[in-house]
């Protein structure tokens, strides 16, 4: 009986070895039961299996966005082959277990051979499906501060349904290589009414109410409070201002009105001491009202505190404003030219000293020729020139002279004229120029001399 006990024992311990013998031999070549790489089953195979099992594999390479599938991509046979045996066998040993295991466990692995279809071609595809997309969907609204009538206010937020493509690519980044990939729905995100940024956006309205612009115009400096210029506003996620300008505007539009002098009567001190008023024509200047609040606008939104006045223009020969630096003598300044038409002379000044003075002829009154009055400027110096026009009885004439120096656009000018032989003060009345200043040869050099370009030009 006892050796009956001896052989049954022996032969089921005999049987304990053999299946374990046999398990240890499967755990040592064969993967567990339920081990997936890259969706592909693997299990109960060897790792060459596995290998061959990978490399059959067909690729769909359709990229499915939940349920939804946004690209039908080209069928492609896998690209592993027998360098990725290796890996594939590094796998296996992280999940080898002495017994066998139910567990289920997924792996992924790249082919070393990976091609460019899914890292490139198709990327590129799945990026512009994502575009085109997003053309026909919601966007979603951000929250930003806002300032309205004084009061800092915020907006509310709304949720949209355009994707974040940026986010989403990145997924794609991190998928597995599987036949199929699937995303996420990853959406835009709207930023909060609680958010920092919302918060910075406050503490930048707040700011910008605080703020003084010292705007310097001529000698003149006003100023400009935010607090009573600026309505309305509104802050950006990147932190800038935009600034609704209309009472900014009115502001320096009213300044351009009190202060240019652009086709403006000029009051003028003749050499007699009698004060006149002379009619601006092309001496003056105006500020360019518009692009003046840009600057200022964006001084305000830069937290500057002093700006001078920059776009000035004028009219005339030159473009910019003539006569902005003069602020003494009611802005025509102590250097000019006087011409009286009555008495047929003319005075250089400079620096408020008379320089020189002289008997002139100025255009014919007779045949509505005369010298245009008002307040002029020296466009140009020529020395010599060739003066070509017309007048009255002479329709078409070229005359040479040696000083020439313009004050209209329509050709008026002081010049030499050694043809003239009536140099009477009654001249003009009925034997004067076509407009001109003719003045005698003999002091023409030294009045020449004396004008300058822009200098103001007094014809009354």
Known sequence: MRKRYVIIGSCVLALAVLVFGVISYIQANRFNAHITINGVNVGHLTPEQALAKLSGQTLKNDVYIGKKRVVNGKNLKSEFGSEDLPAVKRIFQKQRTWLPSSTRQTYTLNPRSEGSYRSQTLKKLLENELNRLN?????????????ENGKIGVSKSEPGKKYDIKKMMHAYDQQEYNSEI???ESLLVPIKADSK???HEISALKSLMTRTINYKVQDKTYALKADELIKKATASSDQKIRIDSNELKARI???????????????????TGKVISVQGQSYGWALNVSKETERIEKAFEQG???????????VGYSTYGIGYHNTTNHGIGN???????SEQKIWIYKNGKLVVSTHVVTGRHDTNEDTPKGLWYIMYKESPSTLEGSEAGNPNYSVKVNYWAPFTMSGCGFHDAKWRKNWKKTAYLTHGSGGCVNTPPGIMKQVYDNLDQNEPVIIY
């Not at 026909?136 to 929250?143: E, G, I, M």
């Not at 500057?304 to 004028?314: H, L, S, W």
């Not at 250097?335 to 038409?341: F, G, H, K, M, N």
């Open 253 to 271: 539009s009213e300044i351009n009105k009190n202060q240019s002098t652009l086709n403006k009567k000029f009051s003028f001190r003749t050499h």
């Open 335 to 341: 250097t000019y030219a006087e011409v009286s038409i």
């Open 197 to 199: 940024t919302v918060k």
């Open 304 to 314: 500057k505190t002093d700006i001078k006045a920059y776009n000035v223009y004028g």
């Open 182 to 184: 699937h995303l996420d």
């Open 135 to 147: 053309k026909h969907l919601k966007a979603p609204k951000d929250a930003y501060a806002y300032l």
